[in-house]
């Protein structure tokens, strides 16, 4: 990888095994990522503390949200590591995460953007009224719209599956 200019490798063993992750971090020159799938603070604490990776990977909505987001990368910050968050398609997660990276002192280098389209997410297909991903040279502004700067298509909205739980 590295002698084909692989600036970064994701999450090379299993999330829950940091032992092993930290074991091909220190065996490689090329930054390790992690953590995309990690919810719980504590195991955020810990994969900080004993230097697991060199890049944190949280997921605004596997964590919960912003505030906790936050708090990871503020975590790795006080560490020395930058925060590349996980986004996996283009749902609300990649701009949550587009909002996250301007909001934090660690952003990493780049915006982790999904190449899948609607054949492996047809869900997302017609999500937004005006598509909020607009790439140009290799770069990507947030909409300036209020709010999260976008708005869900009624169509999609129409289409989609409800559920509702109660407590009793």
């Known amino acids: 990888m590295e002698a084909n200019g692989i600036c970064h490798f994701e999450e090379p063993c299993p999330y829950w095994e ?15 990522t992690g953590g995309e799938q990690d919810c719980y603070l504590p195991m955020w604490k810990h994969m900080i503390a004993m230097h697991a990776v060199d890049i ?32 996996a398609n283009l749902s609300l997660v990649t701009l949550f995460t587009m909002h996250l990276l301007c909001a934090i002192p ?19 297909e017609g999500l937004y009224v005006e598509s909020p991903y607009k790439i140009k040279d290799g770069h990507i502004e947030l909409p300036a719209g209020p709010g999260w700067g ?15 739980s109660e407590v009793s």
């Open 150 to 164: 976008v708005e869900i298509h009624p169509d999609w909205l129409q289409r989609a599956s409800y559920q509702m």
């Open 106 to 124: 660690n952003p990493g280098k780049y915006l982790e953007f999904s190449i899948e389209g609607s054949d492996y997410y047809p869900w997302q």
């Open 56 to 87: 944190v990977q949280p997921d605004v909505c596997y964590m919960g949200g912003m505030v906790r987001s936050q708090q990871v990368a503020q975590m790795a910050h006080a560490a020395g590591l930058p925060c590349t968050p996980h986004s």
């Open 18 to 32: 940091l032992e092993q992750t930290r074991t091909v971090r220190e065996a490689l020159s090329i930054d390790v």
